[in-house]
């Protein structure tokens, strides 16, 4: 089987306190959502469920993000997700908080 890739979308989130990875992860992932449509999916009559969703998020802690939430969050197709050290984090050493931005790519392909 042979992938190529149709869209690729980029987002960014963040957690401004708590620190929370897998929060700003899933705002990065809706980001990028937002900013796509896959009207082509309808026009070419594409099913849907056989959409390959590739997920990559970017975050300074990637064992602090849970992947199954991220996943779940994708509406279509067959989702994988990878996460990778990146993103930042920005602390807040007066109020002993940290801000966390995430960033997510999120590949649509489909088999050829």
Not at 1 to 10: G, N, S, V, W, Y
């Amino acid at each position: 089987m042979t992938l190529k890739r149709a869209i690729l979308e980029m987002g960014m989130g963040n957690d401004l306190h708590g620190g929370d990875y897998t929060k700003a992860s899933l705002r990065a992932v809706q980001d990028a959502l937002h900013h796509s449509s896959l009207s082509f999916v309808r026009t070419l009559g594409i099913d849907k469920s056989k959409l390959f969703v590739n997920v990559t998020i970017g975050v300074q802690k990637p064992d602090e993000v849970d992947a199954a939430a991220v996943k779940a969050s994708l509406p279509v197709g067959v989702v994988t997700v990878e996460v990778v050290k990146g993103g930042l984090d920005v602390p807040d050493e007066a109020a002993g908080d940290i801000a966390v931005i995430a960033s997510a790519a999120i590949q649509v392909m489909l088999e050829t």
